[in-house]
C-alpha cells in the first residue's frame, strides 16, 4: 500500500528525490516518513512529518541535507535529497503511523524499499 520510488546510483554530492504513493486507503491523517538500512547495520529514522506537516523531524546525520515534504492531495511523500555521501548509501524506506516516532517499531504500515548508491 505504500510504493517507494526514486532510488538509483549518483556520485557524491549529487541529488536524488525519493517518492512514497500511498494506495488501497487516504493517509492524509497519518504522519508518513522515510528510513534506511546499510547492510549490516540497523534500519535508522531518516525523516518524517506529521499529517498536517506541522511537526517535522530529521536525523542529525541528514538535517540541512535531506528534505522531507507530502502532497495529502497526490497522497504521496517525498525526500528531496542533496549533498549525497557515500555513507547515505542504503536502502530506503517510507512507512506511515499515527504518529511520528524515530523508532522503527512505531510504524505500522511500510514501503517495499529503495536502493540509493552514492559513489566516492
Known amino acids: 500500500q505504500l510504493q517507494a520510488s526514486g532510488g538509483g546510483s549518483v556520485q557524491a554530492g549529487g541529488s536524488l528525490r525519493l517518492s512514497c504513493a500511498a494506495s488501497g486507503r487516504t493517509f492524509s491523517s497519518y504522519a508518513m516518513g522515510w528510513f534506511r538500512q546499510a547492510p549490516g547495520k540497523d534500519r535508522e529514522f531518516v525523516a518524517a512529518e506529521s499529517w498536517s506537516g506541522g511537526i517535522t523531524s530529521y536525523a542529525d546525520s541528514v538535517k540541512g541535507r535531506f528534505a522531507v515534504f507530502r502532497d495529502n492531495a497526490k497522497n504521496t511523500i517525498y525526500l528531496q535529497m542533496n549533498s549525497l555521501k557515500p555513507e547515505d548509501t542504503a536502502v530506503y524506506y517510507c512507512?506511515?503511523?499515527?504518529?511520528?516516532?524515530?523508532?522503527?517499531?512505531?510504524?505500522?504500515?511500510w514501503g517495499q524499499g529503495t536502493q540509493v548508491t552514492v559513489s566516492s
Open positions: 512507512a506511515a503511523d499515527l504518529g511520528v516516532s524515530r523508532n522503527p517499531e512505531g510504524w505500522s504500515y
